[in-house]
C-alpha cells in the first residue's frame, strides 16, 4: 500500500532553515510528482509547490520562491522540502502529498510535520 | 490567479441530514475540481475527484457535480464520521491558487 512517512517535528529560530524529509513506498516513486503543502494552526491548506522526482524539475508557488527548494533522492524514494530564512509565520504542519499523475489531484498524504519557529 | 470560493464556512447539520457544500472558482477549471475531508490532527483524505468521481473506498452518500466554476459537494445523510472540515481543490492550474478555504461541517 502506498505510504508517505514524513520526518519528525522541529523547532527552529527566526531566519533559521529546516529541512523535511518524505520517504514514499508502496510505489514506483519516479512515476507520480510530489507537492508540499502547508497549513498553518487553525488555517486552511496552502500549496508550495511540486516536485517531479522522475526529472527533478520543480514548480514553485510565487509566494515561497527563493526560498523553498525541493529536491529528491531516487536511490532511497524519498523527497525533501527545506524552507529558508524562517519567520514565526511559518509555523505550520507541512505536508508532502502524492499527484495522482503529473500534476492533477493529490491521491495520498504524509502523516504532516509540524514545524514552530519561535525565538 | 483563481480564487476557490466555499460557502458556507460553517455548515451544521444533524445526524442523518442531508449537507450540500459550494464551491466557486473565479474562472473556468473545466471539471478539474477535488474535494478533501479533513479531521482533527489528521492529514486531508481524497474524497472526489474531476468533479464527481468517488474516490477509493469514499462512500456512496458522498456527490460530487458541477463544472466551469461551480461546484457542488453532497452528502446524503451526514454519520457521525462525516463531521470535519471539507476542502474543494482546483488542478487546472496548481500554479493559480489551488485550495478553497474550507467548509466546516459541525453537529447541530
Known amino acids: 500500500q502506498v505510504q508517505l512517512v514524513q520526518s519528525g517535528a522541529e523547532v527552529k529560530k527566526p531566519g533559521a532553515s529546516v529541512k523535511v524529509s518524505c520517504k514514499a513506498s508502496?510505489?514506483?516513486?519516479?512515476?507520480?510528482?510530489m507537492h508540499w503543502v502547508r497549513q498553518a494552526p487553525g488555517q486552511g491548506l496552502e500549496w508550495m509547490g511540486w516536485i517531479n522526482p522522475n526529472s527533478g524539475g520543480t514548480n514553485y508557488a510565487q509566494k515561497f520562491q527563493g526560498r523553498v527548494t525541493m529536491t529528491r533522492d531516487t536511490s532511497i524514494s524519498t523527497a525533501y522540502m527545506e524552507l529558508s530564512r524562517l519567520a514565526s509565520d511559518d509555523t505550520a504542519v507541512y505536508y508532502c502529498a502524492r499527484d495522482h499523475g503529473a500534476v492533477a489531484y493529490v491521491d495520498y498524504w504524509g502523516q504532516g510535520t509540524l514545524v514552530t519557529v519561535s525565538s | 490567479e483563481i480564487v476557490m470560493t466555499q460557502s458556507p464556512a460553517t455548515l451544521s447539520v444533524s445526524p442523518g441530514e442531508r449537507a450540500t457544500l459550494s464551491c466557486r472558482a473565479s474562472q473556468s477549471i473545466s471539471s478539474n475540481l477535488a474535494w478533501y475531508q479533513q479531521k482533527p490532527g489528521q492529514a486531508p483524505r481524497l474524497l472526489m475527484y474531476g468533479a464527481n468521481i468517488r474516490a477509493t473506498g469514499i462512500p456512496a452518500r458522498f456527490s460530487g457535480s458541477g463544472s466551469g466554476t461551480e461546484f457542488t459537494l453532497t452528502i446524503s445523510s451526514l454519520q457521525s464520521e462525516d463531521f470535519a472540515v471539507y476542502y474543494c481543490q482546483q488542478y487546472n492550474n496548481w500554479l493559480s491558487g489551488t485550495f478553497g478555504q474550507g467548509t466546516k461541517v459541525e453537529i447541530k
Open positions: 508502496g510505489y514506483t516513486f519516479i512515476g507520480y510528482y
